[in-house]
């Protein structure tokens, strides 16, 4: 099960963008904003197999990706980070979003352009040890490391206290970053936040020997396609094969096997600790037809959490940012720009509502 848990590609689009009334705002200000397209190709450190991608979004936000130096302590030098950084910086407070469980910046393909679309300034960052980042010298890959590395990215490259966007497995290394840098965050957004298991389970007991073995099957076609499966409902053929050529294409980077392992071994996240420490306004965002973490675990955090309001997506599964991307940055970006709820959200004292893509925004 938890080799699903950050796999997930745009299943369909659910509405025009014109009806989200978004307005784009705000001037140019440096820094890492103002990337071009880079003239139409794609970064040359991506592998080969990026050209083998069909689906457009996908292709047209592997153009955007850059690495970014950051200075890290448990190296000695830069490592050249992937990700993909905003058009135009914005006066307000960016929104920064990370991605699932061995996944990359790629996994926000159709909802990036809607977050820029609603007037934000964006960002796509790859966690340390998946992604695109060159991590050649083979650092460490651990919880420390991930959010060592994630927090000199965001005092070298942004720089101000930012909405953070959790997905899955992402929502585990949001809190675990907001509860050691509160300074760096505003608010969260969590996502189908799978924050209650215990690291990587018995994984890290593993020997090297064996532990090389699992990570290989992680990577394995037949292990991504049964993923979408549990991920996506009436999923076609010619999907599968695209999208598994999506969420498969960092594990071909040379050092992905030993980063992978690497996580591993260190036994991974575990922030069921954490939970009561986070202080920031929350919003939990889950999916009523989730078949990887159960609507049971939200309502958990939901109620754990001292500031969380918690918006549910109808007729969707694990990752609705990708299934559901024009329901999920119209919550993001109400929420990051401080919209008021609507009203039948404030007339639940625990702030839950229940949004249908289907009945909303489809025209």
Sequence with gaps: MVVALGLGFPLHQCGPRKLLGFRVSGGARGGGCGADDLGGGFPSFLPKEVHNIRDPSARSLAQRIQRLPVQVGFSESCIMSSCVTPRVCRDANPVVLLHCFDSSCLEWRSAYPLLEDAG????AIDILGWGFSDLERRPPCNVASKRNHLYQLWKSHIGRPMTLVGPSLGAAVAIDFTVNFPEAVDKLVLINANVYAKGTGVLSNLPKSMAYPM??????IPMRWYAKLLIFNGISLSRIVDYTNVGRLHCLLPWWEDATVNFML?????VAGQIKHVRQKALLICSERDNIVSNKLAERLHNELPNASMRKVADCGHMPHIEKPYVIAKLIADFAQGAAAAPEARQ?????????????YIA
């Design 120 to 123: 934000l300034e964006a960002w």
């Design 266 to 270: 260190s036994g991974g996240y575990n």
């Design 215 to 220: 990570a290989s099957l992680l990577k394995s």
């Design 348 to 360: 639940h004292s625990q702030g839950v509502d229940t949004i249908s893509c289907k009945k909303q």
